[in-house]
């Protein structure tokens, strides 16, 4: 496998970083997570938004010219490693860098960690059709989850416990209300509207998140960008989480009871069907 | 700079990690600052137990034998970095380990990084005896500040607002109430008790404040082991926060404004000389 670390291709025995580096002291990084279609970036300008925002917040320095620099990037490590022929997901992250260990910002002489890496992507097609069990999980993340910095430990042990009751996906909750899933963002319907949790500092701007509010508001879907109660969650007539490595995937089983009938309902079919379409449409490629 | 990774002595030039680590893309690992005075390591057991806690805690497979094993190491470093003279910060982290990303722990065969590194501790004395300035910031961290782990953008984003305000620390406040400092723990003296916040899952376990707990007790101070309400804490009568790289250190100033008459409260004072004269003693040297 050929990565990219800090303007060079090299192979993944060789992508090393000194054990300095910020995002290994401090989790000081912003990631992204970019599906490719063929050698085409699913959505990059609103990948790269995100990307610039959270670089902003946390004041790294990485301007947007470099960020869509990382687009002919993203695309060499699509053809090198051999990945044109199906789906890709590219894995970017830049970190404010190596310095000797202490909190405050390193002079701006030091320069950010810059790494990027492609593996194969497959979106289950199974669960996608059929539905995906999720169990529900305690949002212990930090503040900003609109920034997608590497301080993902409320993450990962939230996935982890999905994995180990054999579920594919966390629901996250805190003071009383669903927020997103560990890697998702999540949608229910309840008394025949979806719902889903409004931007800002609480979750991800999920960017396939953003494809289905065009989408919803296309197909006249009924919507209320309000909290989801997370008492009413097993209550809901549709359960269905997003994102880059998802699509739009029924959650057909809660906590080990089915959701309504055990099988994705119609708004979450619509959705995921029109999403399939605008992701292969995008892609200038048919299924 | 002679630094410890994964069992070698290596020079800093030479400390090099994959770029895969989890700690540099999750933030996914436990890490302990400990001081030494002279070659000894200052309440090493302490500091095991804490590490061992946030280990088991986050499920990462290095146990309490290979964590007293870095005692040993700590020492070398000491040794080999000809800081045996004075007092030295030894970092140590452990992993948990590099493997291709995903957010699932991976196979028990991927051995955690366990890295150590040691440098010149100079906790500025002019501080500790005339007081410094605090600001204070929101509390951002995720829901387990007990586990000291390298989710730190929390920390490092408070720790940089107070440099800028030109203070040495950042008072953190959630919920209308004190946590912690960015990197200490914190005391306020409010109608003549003691008060500081009661460990759980919303602060860090200090050891040197596990420390003044103790001479606390022996010297009769009066206690109230609960959290400072955020409104109160303009008004206390003194406030001093402590670590392993701050000792006690009175804040004479917070918000740009005096802490009381602007000067070390007699509290503060009796319990640093009364840290100070411990720190010595366990050393078996004097200042």
């Given amino acids: 496998m050929i990565m990219y670390l800090n303007g060079q291709f090299l192979p993944r025995e060789q992508a090393l970083i000194p054990v ?40 790294i320095n990485f301007n947007r010219a470099q960020i869509d620099a990382l687009e002919a990037v993203c695309e060499r490590l699509v053809q090198d490693n051999g990945l044109t022929d199906g789906e890709a997901f590219l894995y970017l992250e830049v970190s404010r860098g190596a310095a000797p260990r202490t909190h405050f910002f390193p002079p701006a002489t030091v320069p950010p960690t810059v790494f990027v890496s492609a593996s194969k992507l497959v979106v289950p097609r ?52 669903v927020t997103e899933g560990a890697a998702t963002n999540v949608f229910a319907v309840i008394d025949g509207v979806l719902r889903t949790h409004p931007l800002g500092e609480r979750i991800l701007p999920g960017i396939t ?79």
Same sequence: chains 1, 2.
């Fill in 20 to 59: 300095e580096d910020r995002g290994f002291i401090f989790g000081d990084g912003i990631y992204e997570g970019v599906r490719a279609v063929g050698t085409k970036m699913f959505e990059w300008a609103w990948h790269a938004d995100r990307m610039e925002n959270g670089l902003k917040g946390l004041r």
């Fill in 126 to 177: 199974k669960m996608r059709d059929e539905g995906c069990s999720a169990v529900t999980f305690p949002d212990m993340r930090w503040k900003r989850r609109d920034w997608k910095t590497v301080n993902l430990l409320g993450n990962v042990l939230a996935r982890q416990a999905a994995a180990e009751a054999g579920a594919y996906e966390a629901i996250l909750h805190e003071d009383g209300i």
């Fill in 209 to 287: 998140r953003m494809v289905l509010m065009e989408l919803i508001a296309e197909h006249k879907l009924p919507l209320r960008e309000e909290p989801i109660p997370f008492a009413q969650l097993d209550g809901a007539s549709e359960i269905f989480v997003c994102g880059s490595t998802t699509d739009v995937t029924p959650v057909v089983t809660l906590d080990g009871k089915p959701v309504a009938g055990g099988k994705p309902g119609p708004m979450t079919v619509a959705l995921r069907d029109a999403f399939e379409a605008r992701l292969y449409q995008a892609a200038g490629t048919a299924r």
